[in-house]
């Protein structure tokens, strides 16, 4: 999902293509953007034709332009990037491997905070066990307490089709958790691997972290976690 990240998604795509699979796709929605979004996306998909481009005309929210993204994708698997954040050398790779190897539903790596050069610690800490760990959530304690991030995440495309698991654009706060959580409890098994595949950058003013609280948050928050 993109929208008035110009300066942002070059930086953000360049961590995605770097990836050599042939069978990579990489499916832009600019969300109604008013800066130079949407033309830096059509020039970039002129020369990689692993890159396409959906514009979503008025801003509808990154619910929505996740979902119309995973309308079109073909691939056997999806994960998710947002604009001003980025992917280490060969996550997908590492993703990939780790859930076609265990023949895993989910796979899920660790998340790295990055607030200017300060790094914070992973979100996602690794089991006692050590991993990776190939379970179902119905059957690991460890797995309920792993955070509901979408981030850092792949995920079998046939499992979110089956169940109908998509983002709920009603919900301007924990719509990402919501997600995870659908699909984990759907998931017949998740493989975990200690590696971080995720730089969730910290620099957007306008993040919803971000925001003065407001009622319709407060209500978002609580219906999430209800649900």
Not at 165 to 191: K, N, P, Y
Request: hydrophobic letters at 40%.
């Amino acid at each position: 999902p993109v929208f008035n990240a110009a300066e942002l998604v070059p930086a953000a795509l360049s961590s995605v293509l770097d990836h050599t699979r042939a069978s990579l796709e990489v499916i832009c929605v600019d969300d109604g953007s008013t800066d130079e979004s949407a033309m830096v996306l059509e020039q970039l998909a002129g020369t990689e034709g692993r890159v396409s481009v959906i514009r979503m005309g008025a801003n509808q929210g990154v619910s929505s332009a996740r979902n119309r993204a995973l309308d079109r994708a073909t691939g056997a698997y999806v994960s998710f990037l947002d604009a001003d954040d980025s992917v280490p050398p060969g996550a997908l790779d590492l993703l990939l491997a780790a859930a076609s190897t265990a023949g895993s539903d989910m796979a899920i790596g660790k998340v790295l905070y990055l607030e200017g050069s300060a790094r914070t610690a992973p979100l996602l800490s690794s089991p006692a066990s050590g991993a990776p760990v190939v379970s179902n959530i119905h059957e690991s304690r460890w797995l309920q307490s792993v955070s509901g991030h979408h981030c850092g995440n792949l995920y079998r495309r046939q499992l979110l089709e089956r169940h109908r698991i998509r983002f709920d654009a009603d919900l301007a706060l924990g719509e990402d958790q919501l997600f995870q959580a659908t699909a984990m409890v759907h998931a017949a098994s998740i493989a975990m691997i200690e590696d971080t595949v995720y730089f969730y950058h910290h620099y957007s003013e306008s993040s919803v972290t971000r925001r003065p609280p407001t009622l319709k948050l407060l209500h978002d928050d609580l219906e999430w976690q209800r649900r």
